[in-house]
């Protein structure tokens, strides 16, 4: 059912943990399941230097966090911005479709994180 990496990113999560005094925090969960994460972030001149995640749920939510916190590390808030659910889930080797909404949830909750850093922060730019 789960693809090699998405049981990789399972067993042996990347990034697990909160940071003390973060930039941001964005908390996304999807209610039907019950899956909920929430993300910190650590920006130093516009680009994400550090990121953990707690997350409870499944093997594909917590997978998905994972991999996301992998592709927006050392990345610029609007190229971060720009991850989907889609690229999380491409870079697990898939997912099936009815655990899509834990790629979404990841997606979510980095959004929310950078819209809560620029809105605490004082950033022209506002998150989509």
Do not use: W
């Not at 399972?10 to 925090?25: H, Q, R, T, W």
Request: proline letters at 3%; charged letters at 25%.
């Amino acid at each position: 059912m789960y693809s090699k990496k998405v049981i990789e990113n399972f067993e042996n999560p990347a990034n697990v943990g909160s940071i003390e005094d973060p930039d941001g925090v964005g908390i996304a969960g999807n209610p039907e399941c019950g899956d909920t994460i929430e993300l910190h972030i650590k920006v130093v001149d516009d680009t994400i230097v550090d990121i953990k995640y707690k997350t409870f749920g499944c093997a594909a939510a917590v997978a998905s966090s994972s991999m996301l916190t992998q592709l927006a590390i050392g990345k610029r808030l609007d190229e971060a911005l720009s991850l989907t659910m889609y690229d999380v889930a491409e870079s697990l080797g898939g997912l099936p479709e009815r655990k899509m909404h834990c790629s979404n949830m990841a997606e979510d909750a980095l959004r929310l994180a950078i819209e809560d850093y620029r809105n605490n922060h004082g950033s022209k730019k506002a998150a989509d």
